[in-house]
């Protein structure tokens, strides 16, 4: 059966000088997830925030914190990041030389595992962790900054990730660039979890986020597969 599409805001593009009050406002505006995108200034080229953040804003949601970490290396943070608060965990299959040890250290943390490949990074680079994963986070942009444009020929890549899963439950998420023109693309080819910051954190009120979360939710769910 298919999944149902979920809509994770990344807060990226939203106020930091009242993060916690812009999490529960998407939440309370009909938010599948949080996207909580964690930049080290290393592995890509911008620094955000990490675990003191993430658990200050915790107890400000109980929503699923879909926490994707473009740090490397990930390994000796990941049970900082699952102490903070963090309920899914996703990697760079580009950041260390053991992805497999990775997701097996988040699934031993009692945490989802999942997996991103930047633009240039074809499929096969997961083709031997499927059975680790509970998510695989195709990125749409070069990761590092909000509100870029999407990049049309990734959308294959999401259809030949979507043969290589099979049956397994494992999701497709879809980050960079997301708005209600590209979503029915990419749910069209398999996807089935969209995260979007410049086009939900628009408007500043909770009426604004839930309008713009549900054009994203009505084109997905129209083209979806
Ligand atoms: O991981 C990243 C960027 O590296 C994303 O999560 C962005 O925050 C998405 O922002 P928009 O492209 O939707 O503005
Ligand atoms: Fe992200």
């Known amino acids: 059966m298919r999944k149902k599409t979920l809509i994770a805001p990344s807060v990226l593009a939203s106020d930091f000088s009242k993060l916690g009050d812009e999490v529960e406002a998407v939440a309370t505006a009909g938010a599948d997830w949080i996207h909580l995108d964690v930049m080290d200034g290393h592995f890509v080229p911008n620094i ?50 053991h992805l497999d040890r990775s997701l097996q250290t988040i699934r031993s943390l009692g945490k989802k595992a999942g997996v991103s490949l930047n633009p240039a990074t074809p499929e096969t680079a997961i083709e031997y962790v499927l059975d680790r994963l509970d998510l695989i986070l195709i990125m749409t942009v070069n990761p590092g900054f909000g509100g870029q444009a999407f990049i049309p020929a990734i959308v294959d890549k999401v259809r030949r990730v979507k043969a290589l899963i099979g049956n397994r439950p494992i999701r497709i998420e879809i980050d960079g660039g997301v708005s209600p023109e590209t979503a029915p693309l990419v749910t069209a080819a398999g996807a089935d979890v969209l995260v979007a910051g410049a086009a939900i954190f628009k408007g500043g009120t909770v009426e604004a986020y839930r309008a713009n979360i549900e054009a994203i939710r009505s084109a997905a769910e129209k083209a979806a597969n």
């Open 48 to 97: 955000t925030f990490g675990p003191p953040v993430i658990k200050a804003i915790r107890n400000r949601t109980k929503t699923f914190f879909d926490c994707h970490l473009m740090i490397a290396p990930a390994d000796p943070y990941l049970a900082a990041f699952a102490e903070a608060g963090c309920d899914g965990m996703t990697v760079h299959a580009e950041a260390g030389p």
